[in-house]
């Protein structure tokens, strides 16, 4: 979907298409979910891109997408604890799903623009 998006056509994926694409991923959904809980996080707060860096805003907002992702659209399951499992975002806004359903019914009322 984002390819297309991007190519400037339509998404016709089918919700088969969705599902399938989900039974199979492009990375191993556990394994990203050990790296990101394991060599990401920092102990006074933060994430960063590996061991030895230090941890900065860029990714300290998408790890716990990627960890979201891992866990819900991948369907990796939860990686550990309970507390270890994040809110769903949308993995092409990185907005949290309840937060993107709030802006649409909020815009859906204002005229569409073409």
Do not use: M
């Not at 989900?22 to 790296?35: E, G, I, K, S």
């Not at 891109?49 to 960890?67: E, I, Q, R, T, V």
Request: with cysteine; hydrophobic share 35%; charged share 20%.
């Amino acid at each position: 979907p984002a390819a297309t998006a991007a190519a400037g056509k339509q998404d016709s994926s089918s919700p088969e298409d969705v599902e399938r694409g989900a039974a199979n991923p492009l990375f191993n959904p556990r394994a990203l979910q050990c790296w990101l809980l394991r060599a990401c996080q920092q102990l006074k707060g933060g994430l960063r891109d590996k061991p030895g860096k230090s941890a900065d805003y860029y990714h300290s907002c998408y790890c716990p997408s990627g960890l979201s992702t891992a866990q819900h659209i991948a369907r990796g399951g939860v990686v550990g604890p309970a507390q270890n499992d994040v809110l769903r975002v949308d993995p092409l806004l990185n907005v949290l799903l309840e937060k993107l359903q709030q802006a649409k019914e909020h815009f859906r009322p204002l005229p569409r623009l073409e």
